[in-house]
């Protein structure tokens, strides 16, 4: 069974949406398609069960969440 999700996070401003996309595009490889729209941060993440996709959303937004708030120190 194949699995897909999107979501959109908006952030303060464009300087800080591209900050942590450059944190979290390392990691993107082939199932997460990552780019920016405006102040938002949108993902594309596939894969080949629900469970595999859980985890690489699980992982994706702790990582979005730490390079968020590492920005936010600055």
Known sequence: MKASCDIKI???????????LRSVNVDDFNFIKSNISGKNLEAHIKSNSISSLLHTLDDYLA???????????D
């Open 10 to 20: 908006e952030f303060e401003n464009q300087e800080i949406v591209k900050t942590v």
């Open 63 to 73: 990582c979005v969440s730490i390079a968020s708030k590492v920005v936010d120190k």
